[in-house]
């Protein structure tokens, strides 16, 4: 590269260790660029990226205090604080797959590992910044938010490219400029025209990204099968074979795809927020419990760290622990979820939730089995809202008054819910799940675990249709609870014959002993359960 050239490029390293800050430092100088500013901390380069522009940004994962170098890199993107033309390089020593998956879905220029020699990252920046000068004219019409501009400009360098190794990244470029203008349909012929030539992992994506806009779902069907089987395009195909689960109503193998996705990439907030929905839709509280806590984590010192999380991390807990019938994990559960709520206050003093956490103080009262001391802070409370801001706490309020055994200011909570849901352009996850909930709330009028409670007392007076159906309630709101598979098993094993369906017997049956093997039992139950082995299943 020119001298010339490289002495007007102005860089900015972020590094939290001396000694790689000076490596760098030595390496471009030895390079011949001189325009270098270092930092190791997030804070201090988002106050250099918000004062001037740079045209390559050198960061590592790894930071002092505040916000990882991913965290960073998502700030200055997402808030638009460079130009386009501005050169990223993501530099990391931990190569773990789900932190590359991640760093990767960023889409920097470059990624390089740790350790390098000076020729590797001569190599990366060359071909770097050779390609935003070739970009240049390109990158100004985006920076000034002219898409069309830009597409004009993207023909004309296809119809004659500065060189031919130039060609995928303008097509590519090329097609994200439809999809992100809404152009499906040109965006669609666009791809299959790319694929014709070469079947670019990029240009599969793309495809299905318009193909599902349009509302193909059969074709988007077809490719997802193939893709699934392709590393660079596994994670993708994951995500929508989640979208076209969820929209046939088939909520666990939705699941199933997007655990997949987020364990391949688990830094992606928006899917693990998707993969809480799901998991809540399917009665997994220790799934929605696991999102929660990693939304939280990953969260944590971002652009998106927000007093919600810690509510939402509290909700998790105590609906996981509401759903479990073991003494010390409810406690557990009940300890994290009142670490939550002092996090909140600790991080967040100003903000305003004092209503919220007041109502997860009355769910944790009952969780406790305080339902008294729960009961008299939710009446002292406004039954009704007048205006709802947030349905996550519309929804807290609304259980925490069923949990209490105020049905009916419950009940008026959903209808308000349902009618806010209406007028707004509600996320689809979350109303399909609160449809769900109003729904089972109404036909319950005790909560799951009193509901086996009592279907314990009919079952043990012989009262066996009662005993089913009690059983048979709890099981299909808490159907990862291993002590109600158990209680429901026992009660179907011994009751006589005639009671219930066969074939509701049997399918009931199967999925009562697979939350058994996933679960976990306590002695007792372990040795009712050994019983029944022998004596009833075996025969």
């Excluded at 430092?25 to 001189?34: C, H, V």
């Excluded at 076209?244 to 997949?260: C, G, K, T, V």
């Excluded at 098993?489 to 939350?515: E, H």
């Amino acid at each position: 590269m020119e001298q010339a050239f490289s002495r007007d490029i102005r860089i900015l390293v972020i590094d939290e260790q001396a000694l790689a800050q000076n490596y760098l430092k030595f390496a471009l100088e030895k390079l011949g660029y001189s325009s270098v500013q270092l930092t190791d901390r997030a804070s201090t380069a988002l106050q250099l990226c918000q004062q001037q522009q740079f045209d390559l940004i050198i960061l590592s994962f790894n930071l002092q205090q505040g916000k990882d170098g991913f965290q960073l890199y998502e700030e200055l993107k997402t808030r638009k604080l460079q130009s386009h033309n501005t050169g990223f390089i993501f530099i990391s020593a931990e190569t773990d797959p789900s932190l590359v998956h991640s760093v990767i879905e960023l889409q920097p220029d470059e990624f390089l590992a740790k350790p390098y020699t000076i020729g590797d990252l001569q190599s990366r920046i060359e071909r770097v910044l050779k390609r935003k000068q070739d970009l240049r004219p390109l990158h100004q019409y985006l920076d000034t938010n002219r898409p069309e501009k830009a597409l004009q400009e993207l023909d004309l360098l296809l119809a004659s490219p500065p060189s031919t190794k130039l060609i995928p990244t303008l097509l590519k470029f090329k097609g994200d400029l439809l999809l992100q203008s809404g152009r499906f349909r040109d965006a669609a012929q666009f791809y299959q025209s790319v694929q014709a030539v070469q079947p670019f992992g990029w240009a599969q994506i793309g495809l299905v990204r318009a193909l599902f806009a349009c509302e193909d779902f059969d074709a988007v069907g077809m490719m997802l099968e193939r893709m699934s089987a392709k590393t660079d395009t596994k994670l993708v195909a994951l995500e929508f074979q989640s979208e076209l689960e969820f929209r046939n109503h088939s909520f666990d193998q939705a699941q199933i795809h997007l655990e997949q996705a987020v364990e391949l990439a688990p830094r992606n907030l928006f899917r693990q927020q998707k993969l809480q929905q799901l998991s809540r839709l399917n009665h997994d509280y220790e799934r929605q419990y696991k999102s929660a806590r990693d939304l939280l984590k990953f969260a944590r010192h971002s652009m998106y760290e927000q007093p919600d999380l810690y509510l939402n991390m509290a909700r998790a807990c105590i609906d996981f622990a509401v759903s479990m019938d073991e003494d010390g994990e409810t406690n557990k559960l009940s300890k994290q979820a009142t670490e939550a709520l002092n996090q909140l206050r600790s991080n967040f003093p100003q903000s305003d939730t004092h209503e919220q956490q007041t109502v997860l103080q009355a769910r944790l009262h009952y969780l406790k089995d305080q339902k008294d001391k729960a009961l008299k802070i939710l009446e002292t409370m406004d039954e009704v809202p007048l205006n709802i801001t947030s349905l996550e706490d519309a929804l807290d309020r609304a259980k925490a008054l069923h949990e209490v055994g105020l049905t009916q200011a419950s009940k008026r909570w959903f209808e308000k819910i349902g009618e806010f849901c209406q007028s707004q352009n509600a996320d689809p996850y979350l109303q399909t799940y609160l449809l769900q909930e109003q729904q089972e709330r109404a036909e319950l009028t005790t909560a799951p675990r009193e509901l086996n409670n009592i279907a314990v007392m009919h079952y043990q007076h012989g009262n066996w249709q009662a005993a089913l159906g009690a059983f048979e309630h709890a099981f299909r709101l808490l159907p990862r609870n291993a002590g109600i598979a158990l209680n429901l098993l026992q009660s179907m094993l011994t009751a006589p014959t005639g009671a219930m369906d066969p074939v509701k017997r049997s399918r009931l049956q199967q999925a009562c002993l697979r939350a058994i093997e996933l679960g976990k039992l306590n002695p007792e139950q372990q040795r009712r359960f050994d019983q029944l082995k022998q004596k009833q299943l075996a025969v």
